[in-house]
């Protein structure tokens, strides 16, 4: 996407600013420069609001993990990678775990839980499709798989809302959805109309019975996909890299996407009309990039970056009501000794929270981490809200004082009121002496 330019135009007829402004209001201009210097930026000063602890490393080498669910009741962690490794992991103890074995040898890059909560699907290289069963931890290739999806390779998977169909994403646009036929068990995969060349990054289904489902990709922007499977592209979108996107929740009607570029996509959705959807981006300048997204809490995201760090998102945040970030942990504050200083250079590749400003996160190498507010610090969200509370008490207060120190006029005023008024306590304390003189010759 083109920006319009920020150089100022010039012609001949244009006058120097001193000249045009006038010598009286160049205190006020002054003023005026330094109050814009003081007004918040988006940018994230280097801050923190948690810090990481280290629980456990899953296994003592590189497991390369891509991907990781929370189950819908919130008590298990399925975890999936590379040549075929799958995991899961007690969410409130992740020492707590049960190795599954996957039964196939090739990259594992997705996995999404089925609303039910008793299965799950798992994507991944060469046209892998398995289903895990939570009551006896089997993982099965899906029946139709193998000839539906030979030779293509697949890195997004969900279910849509209700559970009855699920969609799949690939490189080079594929997308496609599927369902298991309930008379005869045997998959059924239909290639979706509509779909563009770029990669697919990420699939999420909006958890409202007949909502849409999000889909990003690397280079032609975000799609929704509706009721009917039609895949609707939304024009703006198409200038970011799209790393990630997610419907949190089912009270909120929108989607959000992260891009490499530093850039949030907020899809507010219209659930009766996808071609009424509407499509808002936002810069956030953080050092970094964005990689993905979680859910922190019922009202905020977090957003995860590489080097590895999280970006605090309230999703009704701002003036516009559309998002604002808040800093939550920045590369610099991982750690510098020992397994943190290790950490700070992995790569998050999910998590999940156990409470508003309490949660886990783990890296492709394994690694588990618990990030939670230090012990001494503010508590109630209070340590999100600080920084733009210290902002906006702060300036009014230092813009009055720029604007004296610029102003002569304001100056001699202020120092002509100080006069009045002690003179006035001079005058008064004068009269007080001579009355009480007055009383005491009397007497």
């Given at each position: 996407?083109?920006?319009?330019?920020?150089?100022?135009?010039?012609?001949?007829?244009?006058?120097p600013?001193d000249?045009?402004?006038?010598?009286?209001?160049?205190?006020l201009f002054?003023?005026?420069?330094?109050?814009?210097?003081?007004?918040?930026?988006?940018?994230l000063?280097?801050?923190?609001?948690?810090?990481?602890k280290?629980?456990?490393?899953?296994?003592?080498?590189?497991?390369?993990?891509?991907e990781?669910?929370?189950?819908?009741?919130?008590?298990?962690?399925?975890l999936?990678?590379?040549?075929?490794?799958?995991?899961l992991?007690?969410?409130?103890?992740?020492?707590?775990?049960?190795?599954?074995?996957s039964?196939?040898?090739?990259?594992?890059?997705?996995v999404?839980?089925?609303?039910?909560?008793?299965?799950?699907?798992?994507?991944g290289d060469?046209?892998?499709?398995?289903?895990?069963?939570?009551?006896?931890?089997?993982?099965?290739?899906?029946?139709?798989?193998?000839?539906?999806?030979?030779?293509?390779?697949?890195?997004?998977?969900?279910?849509?809302?209700p559970?009855?169909?699920?969609?799949?994403?690939?490189?080079?646009g594929l997308?496609?959805?599927?369902?298991?036929?309930?008379?005869?068990?045997?998959?059924?995969?239909h290639?979706?109309?509509?779909?563009?060349?770029?990669?697919?990054t990420?699939?999420?289904?909006?958890?409202?019975?007949?909502?849409?489902?999000a889909?990003?990709?690397?280079?032609?922007?975000?799609?929704?996909?509706?009721v009917?499977h039609?895949?609707?592209?939304?024009?703006?979108?198409?200038?970011?890299?799209?790393?990630?996107?997610?419907?949190?929740?089912?009270?909120?009607?929108?989607?959000?996407a992260?891009?490499?570029d530093?850039?949030?996509?907020?899809?507010?959705?219209?659930?009766?009309?996808?071609?009424?959807?509407?499509?808002?981006?936002?810069?956030?300048?953080?050092?970094?990039?964005?990689t993905?997204?979680?859910?922190?809490?019922?009202?905020?995201?977090?957003?995860?970056?590489?080097?590895?760090g999280?970006?605090?998102?309230?999703?009704?945040?701002g003036s516009?009501?559309?998002?604002?970030?808040?800093?939550?942990?920045?590369?610099?504050?991982?750690?510098?000794e020992?397994?943190?200083?290790?950490?700070?250079?992995?790569?998050?590749?999910?998590?999940?929270?156990d409470?508003?400003?309490?949660g886990?996160?783990?890296?492709?190498?394994g690694?588990?981490?618990?990030?939670?507010p230090?012990?001494?610090?503010?508590?109630?969200?209070?340590?999100?809200?600080?920084?733009?509370?210290?902002?906006i008490?702060?300036?009014?207060?230092?813009?009055?004082?720029?604007?004296?120190?610029s102003?002569?006029?304001?100056?001699?005023?202020?120092?002509?009121?100080?006069k009045?008024?002690?003179?006035?306590?001079?005058?008064?304390?004068?009269?007080?002496?001579?009355?009480r003189?007055?009383?005491?010759?009397?007497?």
């Amino acid at each position: 996407m083109q920006h319009p330019s920020t150089e100022p135009r010039r012609d001949k007829t244009d006058l120097p600013l001193d000249q045009l402004m006038g010598d009286r209001s160049r205190p006020l201009f002054v003023a005026a420069v330094l109050l814009l210097m003081l007004l918040p930026t988006p940018v994230l000063a280097h801050n923190t609001v948690v810090e990481l602890k280290h629980i456990r490393i899953i296994e003592l080498r590189d497991i390369g993990v891509e991907e990781s669910a929370l189950s819908p009741d919130g008590i298990d962690v399925l975890l999936v990678g590379l040549e075929g490794w799958a995991h899961l992991l007690d969410a409130a103890d992740p020492n707590a775990e049960v190795e599954l074995n996957s039964n196939d040898v090739d990259d594992l890059r997705d996995v999404d839980w089925h609303p039910r909560g008793n299965t799950a699907l798992i994507v991944g290289d060469s046209g892998t499709m398995l289903r895990y069963a939570r009551e006896d931890h089997s993982i099965t290739h899906v029946s139709g798989s193998a000839g539906a999806l030979y030779g293509q390779d697949l890195s997004a998977v969900s279910w849509d809302g209700p559970g009855n169909w699920a969609y799949l994403g690939g490189p080079g646009g594929l997308l496609m959805r599927y369902r298991e036929n309930g008379t005869t068990g045997e998959g059924e995969f239909h290639p979706l109309e509509g779909s563009r060349s770029s990669d697919i990054t990420a699939i999420d289904c909006h958890t409202v019975m007949h909502s849409h489902c999000a889909v990003s990709t690397r280079s032609d922007g975000l799609a929704l996909i509706d009721v009917n499977h039609t895949v609707h592209w939304l024009p703006t979108s198409g200038a970011t890299d799209w790393a990630d996107v997610i419907c949190p929740t089912a009270e909120l009607d929108r989607c959000v996407a992260v891009g490499r570029d530093q850039t949030v996509g907020v899809v507010l959705l219209d659930v009766n009309d996808a071609g009424n959807n509407q499509f808002h981006s936002k810069r956030v300048e953080t050092e970094g990039q964005f990689t993905g997204v979680q859910v922190r809490d019922e009202d905020s995201l977090l957003l995860t970056t590489a080097p590895l760090g999280y970006v605090d998102w309230l999703l009704e945040g701002g003036s516009d009501q559309l998002g604002q970030a808040y800093p939550w942990i920045d590369n610099d504050h991982v750690g510098e000794e020992g397994v943190l200083l290790l950490l700070s250079n992995q790569r998050i590749i999910g998590g999940w929270s156990d409470a508003s400003e309490t949660g886990y996160g783990i890296t492709s190498y394994g690694t588990v981490f618990h990030y939670a507010p230090p012990s001494d610090s503010l508590s109630d969200k209070l340590g999100s809200a600080i920084a733009p509370l210290l902002v906006i008490i702060a300036v009014p207060g230092v813009v009055l004082g720029l604007i004296y120190m610029s102003s002569p006029k304001l100056q001699k005023w202020y120092m002509g009121r100080r006069k009045a008024k002690h003179q006035a306590k001079v005058d008064a304390a004068k009269a007080a002496d001579k009355e009480r003189a007055g009383r005491k010759k009397r007497r």
